[in-house]
């Protein structure tokens, strides 16, 4: 009984995070971004409230998807073990990925290099931070590199097993792999010298599709998620009966 309520409370909980999911996504695309023209410019980010809060929701923001997309593949690992286990590893890569990114941008970048480059008191000084700075962008960019490629595939896996389900669940596997191929063709164009093929469809799939279907959809994944509580459980008493 007690296993049973543990296991209720998992699903409960991932299906929170979901929501959470839903609220950090629709504030990471609709919250502005602070204006930055030129170098100078970028470098007085560090002081931004505004910024530096999307770093920090950019930060938290795979976590909670990730710990949604466990309570996913709870309910879902027998019936699709294919799907759900490879789908899992590559949300780890992203979620890990996206993690490690902002800890740089957070730390590194805005509570070193860029404040001391502002209080930097000689020039050679300087261009030790000017070249640190400009690194980082670098190293950030390669980041996302893996962050767009594991959430793209991961969503495209997850989308392939709600596409075998019925009823409102096929919808939620339709979006699924939409946003997946969509995180692809982007991961395309700018790494596999597809631009001049993808960039026109996927920018406008960004600004008028995208940034209203992602938070619909992690709402309806913490709905799916409570819809499916009873059936997850009695998964586990049969499971248990035939021991």
Request: aromatic share 18%; proline share 3%.
């Amino acid at each position: 009984m007690d296993y049973n309520k543990n296991i209720d409370k998992f699903l409960i909980a991932s299906a929170i995070c979901s929501f959470l999911g839903a609220l950090t996504t629709a504030l990471l695309i609709f919250l502005p971004n602070p204006e930055a023209s030129d170098f100078e410019t970028s470098n007085l980010l560090y002081s931004n409230s505004l910024y530096l809060s999307k770093l920090w929701i950019l930060f938290f923001h795979p976590q909670v998807n990730l710990l949604a997309s466990l309570g996913i593949a709870y309910l879902m690992f027998r019936k699709y073990p294919f799907e759900i286990i490879f789908g899992t590893f590559f949300l780890l890569i992203w979620a890990f990925t996206e993690m490690s990114q902002q800890s740089l941008l957070i730390d590194a970048l805005n509570q070193i290099w860029r404040p001391g480059y502002v209080g930097a008191p000689n020039e050679s000084e300087k261009i030790m931070f000017t070249i640190l700075i400009k690194a980082a962008n670098g190293i950030s960019d390669s980041n996302y590199f893996l962050v767009i490629y594991g959430f793209g595939l991961g969503s495209l896996f997850y989308g392939f097993a709600f596409i075998k389900e019925v009823g409102w669940s096929k919808w939620l596997g339709m979006a699924l792999i939409f946003i997946g191929l969509l995180s692809l063709a982007s991961f395309a164009r700018y790494y596999a010298g597809m631009h001049f093929f993808l960039s026109g469809i996927v920018n406008w799939s960004y600004e008028w599709i995208y940034p209203y279907l992602q938070p619909i959809v992690r709402i309806s994944l913490g709905i799916w998620i409570l819809k499916n509580l009873k059936s997850g459980i009695d998964s586990i008493k049969t499971s248990q009966n035939k021991c």
